[in-house]
């Protein structure tokens, strides 16, 4: 017996040391520790004076016919996310960290294999109900079981969520270490279990839902736009991760069908700001704009140091057209990014050669060790370049003939198996045609695509471009009924579960996840799960540079372009903090300066005399 009961305390030890290690905590980091302590005040990039108030109205292109912004089924108005909190904040002037928001405090062990999030009593909902342990549960199961595909794959490494008290709530995780789960779980938007009893959550609405972030729905206007309005009685106001920020009383945004009366109306003064995508339109459209020209809008680019991500024209795999590699690599040799740099894009931007651009995790040069090491034991599944060679998308002179790329494209068709016949691409053993559809979501891409298939043509290939409206190209690629398309894949500087939604096997058959390529690779997937158990920030850097070797020598996308900078335009009533944090500028910073709205009004109204 003293035997057995010695054994039984022993192993008992264990846990009870690891129980008194957990200490409640105010913040946590991906890797290392969070850069603002305990007491810390607000973030180092806010103006924690900035005066409240005044209305800014923006534009949405397209439309919005859905309140729900969790699901697939609908499309949602820009910002509904202001009406929803989550347990834990983000910073934008760290990698990823995040710092109590609805959760005053975090347990969590060493090894991370669960969490917990202690709930602030002061938080609740715009119906005044208290957020419970229950809300959070509640919101956890639904996002996963009814919600989009992103959150059964983003979720997919949570095992449980339970309600241990009324304002303390548990979250435990199956499989390998995966340190980015904790934060993850901070950032799920909260829902109202009582209000959602109400209503079926996997269908489009009219209704506001009922959340408890900084902002309510204030008015709806089915396919002209959404108001919302700041709450005076915000529970979290006073937190330090809310100190200097969503200033502004009113945020209106009004719903545009076209890109081009979008910008006209902005220059009409009908709304107050935009971000520019389009490097066209910054060059040609706003330095003679007669409120740019008076100083009474604002047109500037402001630095970034975030990662761009990859955009490109994307290849679906499910296409058995682009099954083979050597295709995929003679559509990116017919592309003449250099041409369209200074033609159609006037020199703003940079050849993307990472789906991690901009970034310290991006792979360059020859693979370190490290890299090898995690990539030689697929050297027979992966291309020979991956090993010996530095990915380098195609280049040209610019001079719109980019004769030796077709050339090089031509041979990798023939080694495919295609021939030219009477100037038409066909496949040497069936004689069907190469052709296919560039499908669109905005004719902002009709200039890029049309002189990119004037160049497929020269190779014989029969490619067309169908520009749609946003339901119905949303509809397409929720479905990837498409043969090529323009993507893009945000990156952060902490890159994890999100990439099983970007370039899972399991994602691939998933409706309207972001696997847009349909890749199915056992390598990447394995890649990936070593990216998510990452136990430092030096493996985590190796492992996603060694992913990203596999992404690019894929050649799955023919890569586009980026900028190292964020362009707006604004009429000038703004004030902003002094401090541009890593991530870019933060708008939810911004404020109304009361005196350049003023002076504002004043010349505005001088000028329609």
Same mark, same amino acid.
């Given at each position: ?48 004076? %900035? ?16 309140? @729900?912004? *969790? ?6 108005? &820009? ?6 909190? &989550? ?6 002037? +760290? ?100 209000? =959602?009893?109400?209503? @079926? ?25 959404? &108001? ?36 006209? %109306? ?33 047109? +500037? &680019? ?38 369209? @740099? ?48 530095? *990915? ?160 690019? =020598? ?16 604004? =009429? ?18 911004? =404020? ?13 109204? @001088?000028?329609?005399?």
């Amino acid at each position: 017996m003293k035997r057995l009961f010695l054994l039984l305390a022993l192993a008992l030890v264990p846990s009870l040391v690891q129980s008194g290690e957990v200490k409640p905590v105010h913040g946590i980091a991906m890797h290392g520790s969070p850069k603002y302590g305990p007491d810390f005040k607000h973030f180092d990039y806010v103006n924690p004076q %900035a005066p409240k108030g005044g209305e800014v109205r923006m534009a949405q292109i397209g439309t919005f016919d859905s309140l @729900n912004p *969790f699901i697939v089924k609908g499309i949602p108005p &820009t910002d509904i996310g202001l009406l929803f909190s &989550t347990l834990l904040a983000a910073s934008a002037d +760290e990698p990823f960290s995040e710092y109590g928001y609805v959760a005053e405090s975090v347990e969590m062990p060493d090894d991370r294999s669960w969490v917990i999030f202690n709930l602030r009593p002061s938080a609740k909902f715009h119906d005044g109900k208290p957020v419970t342990a229950e809300d959070v549960v509640f919101s956890f199961t639904t996002l996963k079981t009814k919600g989009a595909p992103f959150y059964r794959l983003y979720y997919a490494g949570v095992a449980k969520a339970e309600a241990l008290e009324s304002r303390k709530v548990k979250f435990s995780f199956a499989g390998e270490a995966n340190r980015e789960l904790p934060l993850i779980v901070g950032q799920m938007p909260i829902l109202s279990k009582a209000s =959602w009893a109400k209503r @079926n959550f996997e269908e489009t609405t009219q209704e506001p839902p009922v959340g408890s972030g900084p902002y309510r729905v204030e008015s709806v206007e089915p396919g002209r736009g959404i &108001t919302y309005r700041r709450d005076p009685d915000f529970w979290a106001k006073d937190l330090a991760v809310m100190k200097g920020r969503h200033n502004f009383d009113r945020i209106r945004i009004d719903v545009y069908r076209d890109a081009t009366v979008a910008l006209e %109306a902005l220059k009409a003064g009908e709304y107050d700001f935009r971000q520019e995508n389009e490097s066209k339109k910054w060059a040609t459209e706003y330095k003679d704009a007669p409120g740019v020209k008076s100083g009474l809008m604002k047109a +500037e &680019t402001i630095a970034n140091q975030r990662p761009v991500g990859m955009q490109g024209f994307v290849m679906n795999q499910r296409r058995s057209l682009f099954q083979d590699r050597r295709v995929r690599q003679a559509m990116g040799l017919a592309f003449d990014f250099e041409w369209s @740099n200074k033609n159609l894009f006037y020199g703003q931007y940079t050849r993307t050669q990472s789906y991690f651009a901009n970034s310290d995790l991006a792979a360059s040069g020859l693979p370190s060790p490290a890299e090898l090491k995690l990539l030689e034991p697929f050297k027979d599944k992966l291309p020979p370049e991956v090993f010996f060679q530095a *990915f380098k998308a195609p280049a040209t002179n610019g001079d719109g003939n980019p004769r030796e790329n077709l050339r090089a494209a031509l041979v990798l068709l023939k080694e495919a198996g295609w021939e030219v016949k009477e100037r038409r691409l066909v496949n040497e053993k069936t004689g069907a045609p190469f052709s296919f559809e560039i499908l669109l979501g905005s004719p902002a891409f009709e200039r890029i695509a049309l002189p990119y298939v004037e160049n497929l043509k020269k190779l014989g290939i029969e490619a067309s471009v169908r520009t749609l409206d946003t339901a119905q190209y949303k509809s397409r690629t929720d479905a990837f009924e498409f043969d090529m398309t323009v993507d893009l894949w945000g990156a952060s500087e902490s890159p994890g579960n999100e990439l099983r939604e970007f370039f899972g096997s399991q994602a691939a058959a998933m409706r309207g996840s972001r696997n847009s390529i349909g890749l199915k690779d056992p390598v990447a997937d394995h890649l990936i799960d070593l990216v998510i158990a990452a136990p430092d920030r030096e493996a985590l850097v190796s492992r996603v540079r060694a992913l990203d070797r596999v992404l690019v =020598w894929g050649h799955y996308v023919v890569p586009h372009w980026h900028i190292a900078y964020d362009r707006v335009a604004y =009429w000038d009533k703004f004030g902003r903090p002094a401090i541009t944090p890593r991530q870019g500028f933060q708008f939810d910073s911004w =404020w109304i300066d009361a005196a350049k709205a003023e002076a504002l009004s004043k010349s505005k109204a @001088n000028a329609g005399r």
